[in-house]
C-alpha cells in the first residue's frame, strides 16, 4: 500500500519540489497552505507522515504538533523551517517533532526522514527543556550541529564532542546541560589537561583527611560537585592511563570511592566530554583505552571549524563587538569589506581567534568602524606573532614533543610504529598550510610541496582532509 505524505507549506515553489520529489521516491502526497487545513487532513485520518513549515498563514507549525499528535497518537511529524536557530531545532523535538529540516535543504534528506518516520527507525523525543539559544550561526554545518543537540537533549546518553581548538566545545556542553532536564543541577567542566598527573584522581574523585601529605580535610572531588547534573570533561586525550582505568570503572559500576576512603558513593552525573585529538589513534598507539573510548564515545557529536562556516563568520563577528560593547569597550561596527576579509582568513584558532581578534580591534581601533585594513594589519600582527612563539625552530619543537611523548608511557616503551604516527601529525597541518596557501588547488600545492599529485590526493584520503573545505588566506 503507497504511503500517503500531508505536505504543509504557503511557499508555492517549495510544494511543487517536494511534491516532485515524494512522488518520485513512490509516495502519494496531500498539499496544504494553512494550519486549518493540515488539521483537517489530519483529523480525517490522511496521511502517514507530515512535513509542515513552522510558520503558516494562520498558525505556528511547532504550536501545532501536540494537537495533531492528540489527534493521531503515534503520526510522525517532520518540520522544515527557514528560523535555523538551535532554539527551532530542540522546540521542535520538544513539542515532539519526529525530525527538523533547515531550510534549504537537499532534497534527499527529505526522502530519507520521510523513510525513516515511516519506518519508524527514529525515537521521538519528549522533554521538557527551554527555549535558550546559546549558540551562533545558521551555516548547513551548524544546522546538523543543533539537531544533533536536539537529539541528546533530552537524555542522558553520554556524549563526546569533537573538534579543533576554539570551535566551542565548551559552549556546546554547556548548552546541552542548559536545555535538558539535569539544568537546575551543577554543571562542572574540568580540564584534563591542565591537572597535574598525581593530583588527578583527587580532583576527580575527592580525598578523605590524611589520605596523603598535605590532605589537611576532606575534599569533594568533581564527581560529587556535579551530583544531580553534568560533568564536563575537557581534552579527555589527555588524562593519564592510569587515571582512565578508573574513570572508566565509575562509567561501569556507576559508583567511586574518594582517594583514601571505603564507602562507595553513587555517580549521579551525565559525563559530557570533549578532545581535539582521534582518540581511534590514541587507542591504537596504546595510549587510550579501547573500552574507555567506547564507553565515552555513546553519541560522537562533532563540530566543524570556522573555515567550514564562511556563512557564519560575519554573524560572530559581529556578536564579539556587541558583547565587548556590553563589557564597556568601546562600541564599533564592520564595514562590508571587513567582513569579506574576515572571511578571506583560514582561522586556525577557530572562533576563539575570531573573539580575540575583534575584542583586540575593539580596543585598539580609533574610528567608530572596522575596515578591511585593520583586519588585514590585525591578522597579520597574529601570523607574526605566531611565527616568533617558535624561535628555536621546528626541530626544537619536535624534540620537545616527541620526549614528552616517550614520557608518558613512564618506563616502558610505547608501541611499535613510532615513526608512522608522529610523522602523521606533523604531515596534517603541513598538508593543509600548503592547500591554504594555494587556495585549495590541488595541483599548485602538490608543487609546493613537491611531491606528484596523485600521491597529494592520496595523502588527502588517508588523512580525511577536505581540499574543498580550504579557503584561500
Known amino acids: 500500500m503507497t504511503a500517503t505524505i500531508i505536505v504543509a507549506d504557503d511557499d508555492a515553489a517549495i510544494r511543487t519540489v517536494v511534491r516532485q520529489a515524494l512522488q518520485s521516491a513512490g509516495y502519494r502526497v496531500l498539499l496544504t497552505q494553512t494550519i486549518a487545513g493540515l488539521k483537517e487532513l489530519v483529523a480525517s485520518g490522511a496521511g502517514d507522515v507530515v512535513v509542515s513549515d513552522v510558520i503558516l498563514p494562520d498558525g505556528n507549525g511547532l504550536d501545532t504538533i501536540p494537537e495533531l499528535l492528540a489527534m ?151 564527581f560529587e560537585q556535579a551530583q544531580g547534573g553534568t560533568l564536563f570533561l575537557d581534552e579527555i586525550g589527555d588524562m593519564p592511563l592510569e587515571a582512565q582505568t578508573r574513570l572508566l570503572r565509575v562509567l561501569q559500576t556507576g559508583e567511586f570511592t574518594t582517594v583514601g576512603g571505603q564507602r562507595a558513593i553513587h555517580a549521579d552525573v551525565r559525563i559530557v566530554s570533549a578532545t581535539n585529538q582521534d582518540l581511534e589513534t590514541l587507542v591504537a598507539a596504546g595510549r587510550f583505552r579501547e573500552d574507555l573510548f567506547y564507553r565515552l564515545n555513546v553519541v560522537p557529536l562533532p563540530l566543524p571549524p570556522l573555515r567550514a562556516r564562511g556563512d557564519d563568520i560575519g554573524v560572530l563577528a559581529r556578536h564579539f563587538l556587541d558583547t565587548a560593547a556590553a563589557e564597556g569597550l568601546p562600541r564599533k561596527s564592520l564595514e562590508a569589506g571587513a567582513i569579506a576579509a574576515l572571511a578571506g582568513h583560514g582561522w586556525p584558532g577557530n572562533v576563539r581567534e575570531l573573539e580575540n581578534l575583534m575584542r583586540r580591534l575593539a580596543v585598539l581601533e580609533r574610528g567608530d568602524t572596522i575596515s578591511a585594513a585593520a583586519i588585514n594589519a590585525g591578522l597579520s600582527v597574529r601570523m607574526r606573532q605566531v611565527a616568533s612563539e617558535g624561535t628555536g625552530g621546528l626541530g626544537e619543537a619536535a624534540a620537545h614533543h616527541i620526549a614528552r611523548y616517550f614520557a608518558d608511557f613512564g618506563d616502558a616503551s610505547p608501541p611499535d610504529g613510532v615513526y608512522d604516527r608522529l610523522l602523521a601529525e606533523v604531515e596534517r597541518p603541513l598538508l593543509a598550510a600548503c592547500l591554504d596557501a594555494t587556495g585549495g588547488n590541488q595541483l599548485k600545492a602538490a608543487k609546493l610541496l613537491g611531491i606528484n599529485r596523485n600521491t597529494l590526493r592520496k595523502k588527502l584520503n588517508d588523512l580525511r582532509l577536505d581540499p574543498g573545505s580550504v579557503r584561500r588566506n
Not at 576554539?166 to 556546546?172: A, S
Open 72 to 222: 493521531r497518537p503515534g503520526l510522525r511529524v517532520i518540520v522544515m523551517s527557514a528560523q535555523n536557530t538551535l532554539s527551532t531545532a530542540v522546540r521542535a523535538t520538544e513539542q515532539g517533532a519526529f525530525d527538523y529540516l533547515p531550510k534549504p535543504f537537499d532534497i534527499d534528506e527529505l526522502t530519507v526522514a520521510v523513510a525513516s518516520a515511516l519506518e519508524g527507525s527514529l525515537a521521538t523525543a519528549d522533554a521538557d527543556l527551554g527555549d535558550g539559544s546559546p549558540l551562533l550561526g545558521r551555516s548547513p554545518a551548524m544546522q546538523e550541529v543543533y539537531r544533533r543537540i536536539a537529539r541528546v537533549v533530552p537524555n542522558d546518553l553520554t556524549v563526546m564532542i569533537l573538534g579543533e581548538s576554539g570551535t566551542g566545545k565548551e559552549l556546546v556542553a554547556r548548552a546541552i546541560h542548559d536545555m535538558g532536564p539535569r539544568r537546575a543541577r551543577p554543571f562542572v567542566a574540568v580540564n584534563m589537561a591542565a591537572i597535574p598527573r598525581e593530583l588527578i584522581e583527587s580532583e576527580l574523585f575527592g580525598h578523605e583527611r590524611g589520605a596523603f601529605t598535605g590532605a589537611a580535610s576532606r575534599n569533594a572531588g568533581k
